[in-house]
């Protein structure tokens, strides 16, 4: 009887949640066709690169050194601030970019390695009926089937498995999987399927035999973070954006607005980290894309200005090959804090994170013994 309530229960959550769903994907569909005309009308002001090749650095440094202003000056060089590079001279805009150490040096070489819409955003969608967290992930599932569209050399689909060690689980997730292929819509990799214990241990042998039920399949991308970043600011570069990367800026540059009567930020002083050598980078716009070092950047227009970012550390442990077959990932739903835990196949080795604790900005992060024995402790 319990078994028959709760599935029941299950049932009645999920078709609900399925009408949820349709009547969010009604009320998004004129959005959806009104930004699709504004790619359409956006692919059709774009030009051939001006550089078959990118420029050498050296040539980059003389760009930066000899234009007189330039209209956006990126600082970071990292996934976003590439992106913010590329958007911008694609748009007609004269763009520059520095980065104080190398492309995706920071965080944009060290993430899961994945392309996701989020399944628990989906989750908070639909029991919260929170538009803005379905918005979300609709839109990242359009971006992760663009991604795996225009860079199939530096991502994949990647199937990732969700062991059930409860019978009344099954129905449960297998309804929010299935939500989540719907809202992908056309853009849904593979459908999800259900795997029986016997074939969910012979992909992963190490789980729990007594306790397991099954497992279900749904399907992610992943990609090369930190190579899809660099390919970002090499096409940059390549249709015109001034891209240095070993340029530190050291001041930010002001110039008072005639009409406002304020000090503006019109560019930067840049040092050469390699040569030592210093010149302004002037701009009418300044773009502060520097991630956790985005305060360090504020305080230089304004030593007063509060802090607004707080950094949190999410650690990944490089394990041996043999915990995750090479073609599937697992995911660990329900640790014993709460957080979700991928197990994800990486260049012939085991990828297991991730961790959000606060911390202290640092340029090189080294991951804490308390979060590394998290990490161990869950896989176990």
């Excluded at 569909?29 to 692919?43: C, D, F, G, S």
């Excluded at 440094?61 to 956006?72: A, K, S």
């Excluded at 819509?185 to 789980?207: D, Q, T």
Aim: charged fraction near 20%; include cysteine.
């Amino acid at each position: 009887m319990a078994f028959q309530k709760a599935f029941k229960g299950t049932v009645l959550v999920g078709g609900g949640a399925l009408a949820t769903v349709l009547g969010l994907s009604q009320f998004a569909q004129y959005r959806r066709k009104q930004v699709n005309l504004a790619y359409v009308e956006a692919a059709e002001c774009f030009t051939e690169p001006v550089n078959r090749e990118p420029p050498s650095r050296e040539a980059q440094l003389l760009t930066l050194q000899n234009t007189p202003e330039f209209d956006i000056l990126v600082i970071g060089g990292g996934a976003t601030g590439s992106g913010c590079a590329l958007d911008a001279v694609t748009r007609g805009l004269k763009t520059a970019l520095v980065e104080r150490d190398d492309f995706s040096s920071g965080t944009s070489s060290r993430s899961t390695k994945l392309i996701h819409g989020g399944v628990r955003y989906l989750q908070k969608a639909i029991m919260k009926l929170d538009i803005e967290q379905y918005r979300m992930v609709k839109e990242a599932l359009h971006e992760r089937a663009n991604l795996l569209e225009i860079a199939p050399h530096l991502s994949a689909p990647l199937p990732i498995m969700l062991p059930i060690y409860k019978w009344w689980q099954l129905p449960y997730y297998w309804v929010g999987i299935k939500l989540y292929d719907l809202v992908a819509g056309s853009n849904c990799l593979k459908s999800s399927y259900v795997l029986s214990k016997s074939r969910a241990l012979e992909h992963f042998p190490m789980l729990q035999k007594d306790k397991l039920v099954g497992a279900i399949v749904y399907y992610d991308g992943q990609h090369n973070d930190a190579r899809m970043n660099l390919a970002i600011a090499l096409t940059a570069a390549r249709y015109g954006a001034a891209t240095a990367n070993y340029m530190e800026v050291v001041s930010l540059l002001k110039k008072t607005d005639p009409e406002t009567g304020k000090d503006c930020v019109r560019g930067a002083r840049c040092k050469d980290v390699l040569t030592g050598q210093e010149f302004d980078v002037r701009a009418k716009c300044v773009i502060n894309a520097t991630g956790p070092f985005t305060d360090s950047v504020r305080k230089m227009d304004d030593k007063n200005a509060a802090a607004i970012c707080q950094p949190s550390a999410g650690v990944h442990i490089v394990m041996p090959g043999y915990y995750s077959p090479e073609s599937m990932g697992l995911l660990d739903p329900a640790t014993s804090d709460g957080r979700v835990i991928f197990f994800l196949p990486w260049q012939k080795m085991t990828i297991a994170g991730t961790t959000d604790t606060p911390t202290d900005i640092t340029s090189h992060p080294i991951p804490s013994e308390e979060d590394i024995n998290f990490i161990l402790n869950e896989v176990q």
